[in-house]
């Protein structure tokens, strides 16, 4: 795999991207068990990550996912912020001092964030929260990230893995956060934090793709 | 002076709930309204928190009371972003966001140990497990 930090920038990019583009329907699952604000959040949010990304050099992976981290901590405003807040500082710990990362660091880093959500939220897999996308994208990647398989397949495999948690995420009833309140009444609907949990793991895929096949064409170009 | 730090979701929340406060004549103790995000918008504010306890405290500790969801989380990075010393002296509270700050300041203003203080609000924690 083998991204730099001006390959996590794009990846992020890509990240905020998609979740403008999803704002609405963010919104929307949010109001229909929450508070309605989850889009326009987490819009916020990687709205002021793109402005800082624009000016900032760095080459240390770790020290640009803190900064994500921070950012996201002080501009979202909702749960949302603290909680993927945390996840980035977290991966960033990890990734502290690495000029590159491959598929074993980015597991590495999915498994810090997610523990880092779990000691902030204090929620566990079936509380109908973005932890039940994000876990089974860890464990995908955790079977298959040494197993020497193309990343990109087991990017795909990984972001599949969360779009089925956040399929499951229906069923549940929430047991935190404001749909918790509602209890059986928030049963038939799926989570805003796992959907945009998977959004986040599509993009990363999708941006990811990106990179490859310009990575390809400029070697071709150099050939 | 132990200080008092109201974080709610909504800023005239608690700048209403110090109004409340003020109104008993309750003007010697520390208390500052934290809420709403930095462009007005219904949320909490990490960095709106940390300058509220910075600008109140001392020696004697800050209590911090909440209302739900993400005041806690944000509350609590706040909170760990202060130094060492600081931090140990942050109460952060789980007891209901009116009803605990307006007893907080009541018995700090009538001389009551903040220890004593956390004590009796502790007896009135509610469940806030669900952010």
Known sequence: MGLNAEEVKYIIYGIADAIESNKEYLTELDSAIGDADHGINMSK???AVSIKLKSYIDEDIGALLKMVGMTLISTVGGASGPLYGTAFMKAGAYASGKMEIN????????????????????AVLGDKTMIDAIEPA????????????????????????????????????????????????SIGHQDPG???????????????????TKKLKSRRDYL | MTGV?????????????????????????????????????????TNDIKSAIT???????V?????????LMSTEIAVECLPEYMRKKIYIMH??????????????SINKSVEETVIELNNMKTDKSKW
Not at chain 2, 55 to 61: K, Q, T, V
């Open chain 1, 45 to 47: 949010g990687f709205h």
């Open chain 1, 138 to 185: 860890l464990n995908t990647l955790s079977e298959q990230c040494k197993l020497n398989l193309p990343a990109g397949d087991v990017l795909e495999t990984a972001k599949e893995a969360a779009k089925y948690g956040v399929e499951c995420t229906k069923a549940m009833e929430a047991r935190k956060g404001r749909a918790s309140y509602l209890g059986q009444r």
């Open chain 2, 55 to 61: 600008e109140i405290f001392s020696d004697d500790g």
């Open chain 2, 63 to 71: 209590m911090v009371f909440y209302d739900i969801g993400s005041a």
């Open chain 1, 103 to 122: 598929l074993y660091d980015f597991t590495e880093m999915v498994s810090a964030g997610l523990e880092g959500i779990k000691m902030r939220g204090k």
């Open chain 1, 194 to 212: 796992a959907a945009s949990s998977y959004i986040i793991f599509e993009s990363i895929y999708k941006a990811y793709l990106k990179l490859e």
């Open chain 2, 5 to 45: 730090v109201i974080v709610s979701h909504v800023r005239r929340i608690s700048e209403g709930i110090k109004e409340l406060i003020n109104q008993m004549g309750i003007i010697n103790i520390p208390i500052k309204a934290a809420g709403g995000t930095a462009d007005g918008r219904i949320g909490t504010d």
């Open chain 2, 95 to 108: 007891a209901p966001i009116f009803e605990g700050s307006f007893i907080a300041a009541v018995n700090l």
